[in-house]
T-cell receptor, first 112, second 112 residues
C-alpha cells in the first residue's frame, strides 16, 4: 500500500521557474527521502532528511519536513529542461530495513 | 565505484512460468532491497536482504522469493507468473540502510 500522497500529480513549468512538490504521509518515520525517475527507469536518490531535521539543501534542491503535519516539500529552484522527470517521496519508518514506502509521484515537465 | 546493475533489462514470460532476476549491489553495500513498480505507480517494497538473511518483507505472496549471496549480489525469483506481475522490478542497495539507496535501472517484465 502507498503511504504517501504527492501533490500535484503533474506540474508543467517554464525553464528558470521554481517547482514545488508536496508529500504527505501517515505513520511515524525515521527519515524521508526524495527520488527522481526518468522515463520509467531506475530511481536516483536526491536527498534524505531525518525526522529530527526541518530543512535541508543540496544544490538547487531544498527539502522541508514537518513531522507534526506529516508532510514534506521539495523545491527545485531555477529549473532546467533536464529536470523533467517523475519525483517520488519515500518514507523510511525504521531506518534499516530497506522498506521504503513511496508515494505515487509528481510528474514534472520543464519546457525550454 | 560501480553502481547497481540489473539483468536482464527486458524479459517476456508466459503466464505460469518462473523467472529469475539478478542484481549486483554497489561496491561496499551489504543491504539489498527489491521493489515492484507497476505502470504509473510508485515502487512497492517486496523484501530486503541483509548479510544473506531476509530482513523484512512487504505484502507479496510466497511465490516471490529471493537470495543474497556472500558477495552481496542478489536474485529475485517469481514462480507461477500472473499477468499482474508485469511491472518494472527495481533493486536497491545501501550500506546499513542509513544513507539512502542506490537503485539499478530495473528489469521490465512482461507476462503474456
Amino acid at each position: 500500500s502507498q503511504q504517501g500522497e504527492e501533490d500535484p500529480q503533474a506540474l508543467s513549468i517554464q525553464e528558470g521557474e521554481n517547482a514545488t512538490m508536496n508529500c504527505s504521509y501517515k505513520t511515524s518515520i525515521n527519515n524521508l527521502q526524495w527520488y527522481r525517475q526518468n522515463s520509467g527507469r531506475g530511481l536516483v536518490h536526491l536527498i534524505l532528511i531525518r525526522s529530527n531535521e526541518r530543512e535541508k539543501h543540496s544544490g538547487r534542491l531544498r527539502v522541508t519536513l514537518d513531522t507534526s503535519k506529516k508532510s514534506s516539500s521539495l523545491l527545485i529552484t531555477a529549473s532546467r529542461a533536464a529536470d523533467t522527470a517523475s519525483y517520488f517521496c519515500a518514507t523510511d519508518a525504521y531506518g534499516n530495513t530497506g522498506k521504503l514506502i513511496f508515494g505515487q509521484g509528481t510528474t514534472l515537465q520543464v519546457k525550454p | 565505484e560501480t553502481g547497481v546493475t540489473q539483468s536482464p533489462t527486458h524479459l517476456i514470460k508466459t503466464r505460469g512460468q518462473q523467472v529469475t532476476l539478478r542484481c549486483s549491489s554497489q561496491s561496499g553495500h551489504n543491504t539489498v532491497s527489491w521493489y515492484q513498480q507497476a505502470l504509473g505507480q510508485g515502487p512497492q517494497f517486496i523484501f530486503q536482504y541483509y548479510r544473506e538473511e531476509e530482513n523484512g518483507r512487504g505484502n507479496f505472496p510466497p511465490r516471490f522469493s529471493g537470495l543474497q549471496f556472500p558477495n552481496y549480489s542478489s536474485e529475485l525469483n517469481v514462480n507461477a507468473l500472473e499477468l499482474d506481475d508485469s511491472a518494472l522490478y527495481l533493486c536497491a542497495s545501501s550500506f546499513e540502510g542509513n544513507y539512502g539507496y542506490t537503485f539499478g535501472s530495473g528489469t521490465r517484465l512482461t507476462v503474456v
